[in-house]
C-alpha cells in the first residue's frame, strides 16, 4: 500500500506571494491533518479534514487554508508569505476521524521564504 | 488540553533497555496516551498507544499506572538506528483535541 505522498518535496518563494502544497492519503483514508514543523516551534497543528469538512483546526491565523477533496486529497494554502513562514509542512493521514488515531506522515514539503 | 513533560535527551548504548517516562498531571478521563518517533527530516512515525495498563506490540511497550498521571515507553535492546526524538502526546478523538509535539525526548544511541 502506498504511503502518504506530497508535492513538491522542496519550494522556493518570495515574500508577499502565496504557495498551494498538496497531499494524498494513504488509499482509503478519509481523514487528512496538516503541521508546521520549525527548529524553534517544534511540529505545531494546523488543521484536519475528515471527508471534505474542516474538523478542527490549530492556532494559525488566516492566511493558512486548507481543503479537502471528495477522493480524500487535500491542500493547504498559504498567502501572502513571511519569511518566518519557512518550514517543513507535513501532512498526514487516518482511517478514521480524530487525530488520535494512528496518523501515517508523509515525508512533508520543505518551504523557504525568502 | 493535558500538557506533557518528559527529559529532553537521554543516552543509551546498543542493547540496553531504554525506558522514557512522561508526565502529564491534568490527564482527562477521555484521553489517551500515544508515542510518536521521529528521525531528522523525516515524518512523526506512530509507535504504540495506551489507554491504561500495558500495551506491548512489536516494537515497545507503554506502562500506564493507575492513576495515569505518567507512562513509560520501554524500548527493548534499542540499536544505533532507533536514535531519533520520541514525543508523547495525551488527548482525544473529538473535535477539540489537537496533536501538540512538544519538545520530544532526544534519545542517541552509541555503539
Known amino acids: 500500500k502506498a504511503g502518504v505522498t506530497q508535492t513538491p518535496r522542496y519550494l522556493i518563494k518570495t515574500r508577499g506571494q502565496q504557495v498551494t502544497l498538496s497531499c494524498s492519503p494513504i488509499?482509503?483514508?478519509?481523514?487528512v491533518s496538516w503541521y508546521q514543523q520549525t527548529p524553534g516551534q517544534g511540529l505545531q497543528f494546523l488543521f484536519e479534514?475528515?471527508?471534505?469538512?474542516?474538523?478542527n483546526k490549530g492556532n494559525f491565523p488566516g492566511r493558512f487554508s486548507g481543503r479537502q477533496f471528495s477522493n480524500s486529497r487535500s491542500e493547504m494554502n498559504v498567502s501572502t508569505l513571511e519569511l518566518g513562514d519557512s518550514a517543513l509542512y507535513l501532512c498526514?493521514?487516518?482511517?478514521?476521524?480524530?487525530?488520535?488515531?494512528?496518523?501515517?506522515f508523509g515525508p512533508g514539503t520543505r518551504l523557504t521564504v525568502t | 488540553l493535558a500538557k506533557t513533560t518528559q527529559p529532553i535527551s537521554m543516552d543509551s548504548y546498543e542493547g540496553q533497555e531504554v525506558n522514557i517516562t512522561c508526565s502529564h498531571n491534568n490527564i482527562a478521563t477521555n484521553d489517551y496516551i500515544t508515542w510518536y518517533q521521529q528521525f531528522p527530516s523525516q515524518g512523526p512515525r506512530f509507535i504504540i498507544q495506551?489507554?491504561?495498563t500495558k500495551v506491548t506490540n512489536e516494537v515497545a511497550s507503554l506502562f500506564i499506572p493507575a492513576d495515569r498521571k505518567s507512562s513509560t515507553l520501554s524500548l527493548p535492546r534499542v540499536s544505533l538506528s532507533d536514535t531519533a526524538v520520541y514525543y508523547c502526546?495525551?488527548?482525544?478523538?473529538?473535535?477539540?483535541?489537537?496533536?501538540?509535539f512538544g519538545k520530544g525526548t532526544m534519545l542517541l544511541v552509541s555503539p
Open positions: 495506551g489507554y491504561k
Open positions: 488509499s482509503g483514508h478519509r481523514s
Open positions: 479534514y475528515f471527508s471534505e469538512t474542516q474538523r
Open positions: 502526546l495525551v488527548g482525544d478523538n473529538s473535535g477539540y483535541s489537537t496533536l501538540t
Open positions: 498526514a493521514s487516518s482511517a478514521l476521524a480524530g487525530v488520535f488515531y494512528e496518523q501515517y
